[in-house]
């Protein structure tokens, strides 16, 4: 009926994000047994948590005037004054950084935040040079994919490949071979990585960070997983800042992610951009999530539920999920786990399948599984690259009821076995 403009069609368009998200919502909305959601990033519902959210909120029906002043007042752009000074005390009391509130701003969700940051540093400069996001490892955080208004706003680097048990193997970042262009205009991961749960290490970090410095572009890290909170990460790592990093925090992996809270902790230029870039698209963002978590910053109690609720729950959902793949799959087909670092998902890896991994979605959808298509995160590669390994690998979350994930994992081995005798019959 009307015509879209390219960046209308880009953002209002078919899009790996917005199919998973609407699988999500569907799901989730029609509930019952017959649905297995394995394939959005949707927090357990943990009922520590959840009641710690119930007490909260009686807390703030208790407190004159405070539910008036969350949902009857505007917070300035960069988010709620008090909420923001909690946080920059918390990182300076923990970590030594030197933060200050001028380092923080808030956003709609850390989605919202990467929109902003990639267009922020990204794209056709004034000078007319266009510059790009250069992630160092792919496959990547599907939501990245399609945020920005042109083409080529991602320049992708492959990773190495590293196998780590008989059905296990590792993505290392390629330092061989990376290479920083003049065309890069930020460093991007995410620690723990979405959708693999790959955890770069302290060294890898260390090693970007010291490449973008020198290049004197930031190094942007997503935390959505990460620590300090919500600390949903398998390994000892060490958080780390300074003013060449970007780093990117939410509240929805804690439990809260209706609330839409992302936050920024950057040099203090692009804080205050983020803040009037909120300004413009949404004049202010939501109050509730802040309101909730603010006392929880002041006591520290953030990084207590962190460490000893969420962090061993999700231990034991990813031990789970792995011995009921190794159970259920046995030795019918090839395949292997990418190692669980951190995060809420496992990522198969099914050599020389012969179908591609969004075949292999389809036919799992229509038993009521639903599961991402590997070959939508890795996004970014030169059109040259020819992978087939890319249209091998599954993203699935454990985060689901036990007999949801069971099940969705018995089907997944019962569809790619079916795969393997049509192409065998074939022959």
Same mark, same amino acid.
């Given at each position: !009926?009307?015509?879209?403009?390219? !960046?209308?069609?880009?953002? /209002?368009?078919?899009?790996?994000?917005?199919?998973?998200?609407?699988?999500?919502?569907?799901? =989730?909305?029609?509930?019952?047994?017959?649905?297995?959601?394995?394939?959005?990033?949707?927090?357990? @519902?943990?009922?520590?948590?959840?009641?710690?959210?119930?007490?909260?909120?009686?807390?703030?029906?208790?407190?004159?005037?405070?539910?008036? $002043?969350?949902?009857?007042?505007?917070?300035?752009?960069?988010?709620?004054?008090?909420?923001?000074?909690?946080?920059?005390?918390?990182?300076?009391?923990?970590?030594?950084?030197?933060?200050?509130?001028?380092?923080?701003?808030?956003?709609?969700?850390?989605?919202?935040?990467?929109?902003?940051?990639?267009?922020?540093?990204? /794209?056709?400069?004034?000078?007319?040079?266009?510059?790009?996001?250069?992630?160092?490892?792919?496959?990547?955080?599907?939501?990245?994919?399609?945020?920005?208004?042109?083409?080529?706003?991602?320049?992708?680097?492959?990773?190495?490949?590293?196998?780590?048990?008989?059905?296990?193997?590792? +993505?290392?970042?390629?330092?061989?071979?990376?290479?920083? /262009?003049?065309?890069?205009?930020?460093?991007?991961?995410?620690?723990?990585?979405?959708?693999?749960?790959?955890?770069?290490?302290?060294?890898?970090?260390?090693?970007?960070?010291?490449?973008?410095?020198?290049?004197?572009?930031?190094?942007?890290?997503?935390? #959505? +997983?990460?620590?300090?909170?919500?600390?949903?990460?398998?390994?000892?790592?060490?958080?780390?800042?300074?003013? @060449?990093?970007?780093?990117?925090?939410?509240?929805? %992996?804690?439990? =809260?992610?209706?609330?839409?809270?992302?936050?920024?902790?950057?040099?203090?230029?692009?804080? #205050? #951009?983020?803040?009037?870039?909120?300004?413009?698209?949404?004049?202010?963002?939501?109050?509730?999530?802040?309101?909730?978590?603010?006392?929880?910053?002041?006591?520290?109690?953030?990084?207590?539920?962190?460490?000893?609720?969420?962090?061993?729950?999700?231990?034991?959902?990813?031990?789970?999920?792995?011995?009921?793949?190794?159970?259920?799959?046995?030795?019918?087909?090839?395949?292997?786990?990418?190692?669980?670092?951190?995060?809420?998902?496992?990522?198969?890896?099914?050599?020389?399948?012969?179908?591609?991994?969004?075949?292999?979605?389809? $036919?799992?959808?229509?038993?009521?599984?639903?599961?991402?298509?590997?070959? +939508?995160?890795?996004? /970014?590669?030169?059109?040259?690259?020819?992978?087939? @390994? $890319?249209?091998?690998?599954?993203?699935?979350?454990?985060?689901?009821?036990?007999?949801?994930? @069971?099940?969705?994992?018995?089907?997944?081995?019962?569809?790619? %076995?079916?795969?393997?005798?049509?192409?065998?019959?074939? %022959?």
């Amino acid at each position: !009926m009307f015509e879209f403009s390219k !960046m209308g069609l880009r953002l /209002g368009g078919k899009s790996g994000i917005s199919e998973l998200m609407d699988d999500l919502g569907h799901a =989730l909305a029609a509930g019952g047994e017959n649905i297995k959601m394995l394939g959005g990033g949707q927090p357990a @519902h943990i009922p520590e948590v959840d009641a710690r959210w119930r007490q909260r909120l009686q807390e703030m029906t208790e407190q004159e005037g405070e539910w008036e $002043r969350v949902l009857g007042n505007y917070d300035p752009p960069r988010g709620n004054p008090a909420f923001i000074k909690s946080l920059a005390g918390l990182l300076q009391r923990e970590f030594s950084w030197p933060i200050t509130p001028e380092h923080c701003a808030i956003t709609s969700g850390g989605q919202t935040a990467f929109f902003f940051l990639f267009h922020l540093l990204a /794209g056709e400069m004034p000078d007319g040079r266009k510059k790009k996001i250069l992630l160092p490892l792919v496959p990547e955080y599907i939501g990245y994919a399609n945020q920005s208004v042109r083409e080529d706003l991602f320049h992708a680097h492959p990773p190495r490949i590293e196998f780590t048990g008989e059905h296990e193997f590792k +993505y290392r970042v390629d330092f061989d071979t990376l290479v920083v /262009g003049d065309d890069i205009a930020a460093i991007c991961v995410s620690r723990p990585t979405n959708p693999t749960g790959n955890v770069l290490t302290d060294e890898e970090i260390a090693r970007l960070a010291a490449l973008a410095k020198e290049k004197n572009i930031p190094l942007i890290i997503d935390n #959505a +997983y990460g620590a300090p909170f919500p600390n949903i990460i398998f390994t000892e790592v060490t958080p780390v800042w300074n003013e @060449h990093i970007i780093l990117t925090l939410s509240l929805s %992996k804690l439990g =809260l992610p209706g609330t839409r809270t992302g936050i920024v902790v950057a040099h203090p230029q692009v804080a #205050a #951009a983020i803040a009037k870039m909120s300004a413009v698209v949404g004049l202010a963002n939501p109050n509730i999530g802040q309101a909730i978590v603010r006392p929880m910053l002041e006591s520290g109690e953030i990084l207590s539920m962190s460490r000893e609720v969420l962090r061993p729950f999700y231990i034991e959902k990813s031990r789970l999920a792995q011995q009921w793949v190794k159970e259920l799959f046995a030795d019918d087909f090839s395949y292997y786990i990418h190692r669980s670092e951190g995060a809420l998902f496992l990522w198969l890896w099914f050599p020389e399948l012969p179908i591609s991994s969004r075949e292999l979605y389809e $036919r799992l959808k229509k038993r009521g599984v639903l599961i991402i298509s590997g070959h +939508y995160f890795f996004f /970014g590669l030169e059109d040259s690259v020819e992978w087939k @390994h $890319r249209h091998e690998c599954l993203r699935m979350t454990f985060t689901m009821a036990e007999n949801i994930v @069971h099940d969705g994992i018995r089907i997944i081995g019962e569809e790619v %076995k079916r795969a393997w005798q049509e192409s065998t019959n074939k %022959k």
